[in-house]
């Protein structure tokens, strides 16, 4: 089959010669190191043309009720903090409590204390 197939190919017969005899070994090679006597050539071949003609599973989905369209996928993974990121973190936080705190205004006083109730005469009047 090999010298006929070169021969077809145009090629020159001692080249098509020399040429045959190695891809003959190789092929040769290959279908031996297929076949074994638990397994003949007839079985191999078998096998490789259930391979081929089998169904194979459907790779497209065909709908459903959930979708994954709509799902954000960011590039860089989320990391688990450290203690220190942690405690950064925290005293970030309580920093700006305090200064919520500083600039919030405070209760003017009043003839009876902080609880409100009775104003100062300048108050009254404004």
């Known amino acids: 089959m090999v010298l006929t197939v070169e021969r077809r190919l145009g090629i020159d017969l001692f080249w098509s010669i020399a040429w045959g005899i190695v891809a003959t070994i190789l092929l040769t090679r290959l279908i031996t190191s297929k076949i074994s006597h638990e397994r003949p050539l007839t079985a191999a071949a078998a096998m490789w043309l259930r391979e081929l003609t089998a169904p194979r599973e459907a790779t497209t989905g065909e709908g459903g ?9 960011n590039a860089d993974r989320p990391r688990k903090q450290t203690r220190a990121q942690r405690n ?18 405070r209760r003017q006083e009043t003839k009876r204390g902080r609880s409100g109730g009775v104003r100062t005469p300048t108050q009254a009047r404004a």
């Not at 009720?65 to 996928?73: M, N």
């Not at 950064?88 to 205004?105: D, E, I, L, M, V």
């Open 65 to 73: 009720a959930v979708s994954a369209t709509r799902v954000r996928v």
């Open 88 to 105: 950064r973190a925290r005293a970030q936080a309580t920093s700006r409590q305090r200064g919520k705190q500083r600039n919030r205004p």
